[in-house]
Each structure stands twice: as structure tokens, then as C-alpha cells.
């Protein structure tokens, strides 16, 4: 059984860093590209960030840019979202999912991240 | 980037009607490979997106044959044959076809 659990989540004022992780199982984690999607609250659904199975290849959506850093450690079978200059605006939550082909085949819980002063 | 629009943006059914919710991209989703980018997705109350339905018109493993999706190019449907209460949610649909993914805006689904 597939399974992605996020942690990481919390209270953060603006300007601050926080990171993320994801853990998968349940399936050959390095075969699959991994990404971030993101739900303000009361609003739609948000790309967040893509990265490749082996890590070499990572997308953004732009208005990110320079501030996430997606990253994932294959041996531990972990994904991660590096968030730093958080703005208010990037309250939401973070959905950890795994890509098949080119769609999104499994989510997980999610972890909420607000940010706040 | 590529737009979503979805239609309408709330729907409230009748157990047993049909429904169907539209979605219009703001350039074609159909790729140099013969394939069209196009993907229903589910949320239902508290809970994560799930998905519904690949590539236009496959259904995803589990998902009930009450759900097809339709469509070509730019414009695509989704239906619900007879909605059910457990059908309730937000449905969204979203391209892959190119970077940024998008989403469309979302229609809620309510049951009368």
C-alpha cells in the first residue's frame, strides 16, 4: 500500500525558513518523480514543485523561484521541501504526491503551514 | 501558462441524477506523442484530491463506472451517470501537459 506521510508543518512568521519532508512507501521510491502541491485555505490547488526520480531534474512553478528548493534522499525514501522568505501568502497545505506517467496517483494527508506574525 | 476554466462553479444534485461539469483549457492538450494531458481529480470533504480519471477517459483503478470523462483539444466533460452521496466534494480538473501544471478553479458538488 502506497503511503506519503508530511511532517514539518507549523507556525512560521514571515520571512522564515521551514522545511518539509515527505515519507513514502509502499512503492520503489527512486522510480517515480515527486511533488509538492500546495491548498491555500479555501482555495483551489496549486503546482508546487517537481523533482525527477534520481533528483537531477527539478521544476518550479515561477512565482517560487529562488525561494523553495525541492530535494529528495532515495536511501531514506524521503522527499523534501526547503521553504525559505515566507510570505503570508504561502499559507496552505502542502500535499506530498507521487507522479505515474503524468498525472498524480496518490496524496498524502498533508501538512498546514501558516504563515503569520 | 495553460488556464483552466471549469463549469459551473457549484452543482447541486439530486441522488440519482446525472451531473456534468465542463473544463476548458486555454491552449489544446493533446501532445506530439497522440496523447491528451487531461485529469479529473476529487476532494472530498477533509480530505486529500484523489484521482478520478487519466488521460481524458480512463478511469482510475477503483474508481466507480458512474464517472467518464470525455473530450478533445481544449474542451472536456466530466459526468456522474447517477451522483451518489458519497460523490460529494470538489472536483478539479488539471493539464500536464506542459510546466507549470495547472488546476482548474474547482466545482463543488452537493447533493438536494
Known amino acids: 500500500e502506497v503511503q506519503l506521510v508530511e511532517s514539518g508543518g507549523g507556525l512560521v512568521q514571515p520571512g522564515g525558513s521551514l522545511r518539509l519532508s515527505c515519507a513514502a512507501s509502499?512503492?520503489?521510491?527512486?522510480?517515480?518523480?515527486m511533488n509538492w502541491v500546495r491548498q491555500a485555505p479555501g482555495r483551489g490547488l496549486e503546482w508546487v514543485s517537481t523533482i525527477s526520480g534520481s533528483g537531477g531534474r527539478t521544476y518550479y512553478t515561477d512565482s517560487l523561484k529562488g525561494r523553495f528548493t525541492i530535494s529528495r534522499d532515495n536511501s531514506k525514501n524521503t522527499l523534501y521541501l526547503q521553504m525559505n522568505s515566507l510570505r503570508v501568502e504561502d499559507t496552505a497545505v502542502y500535499y506530498c504526491?507521487?507522479?505515474?506517467?503524468?498525472?498524480?496517483?496518490?496524496w498524502g494527508q498533508g501538512t498546514l503551514v501558516t504563515v503569520s506574525s | 501558462d495553460i488556464v483552466m476554466t471549469q463549469t459551473p462553479l457549484s452543482l447541486s444534485v439530486t441522488p440519482g441524477q446525472p451531473a456534468s461539469i465542463s473544463c476548458k483549457s486555454s491552449q489544446s492538450l493533446l501532445d506530439s506523442d497522440g496523447k491528451t494531458y487531461l485529469y479529473w481529480y476529487l476532494q472530498k470533504p477533509g480530505q486529500s484530491p484523489q484521482l478520478l480519471i487519466y488521460e481524458v477517459s480512463n478511469r482510475f483503478s477503483g474508481v466507480p463506472d458512474r464517472f467518464s470523462g470525455s473530450g478533445s483539444g481544449t474542451d472536456f466533460t466530466l459526468k456522474i451517470s447517477r451522483v451518489e452521496a458519497e460523490d460529494v466534494g470538489v472536483y478539479y480538473c488539471m493539464q500536464s501537459i506542459q510546466v507549470p501544471l495547472t488546476f482548474g478553479g474547482g466545482t463543488k458538488v452537493e447533493i438536494k
Open positions: 509502499g512503492f520503489t521510491f527512486s522510480s517515480y518523480e
Open positions: 504526491v507521487k507522479r505515474r506517467n503524468r498525472d498524480f496517483d496518490y
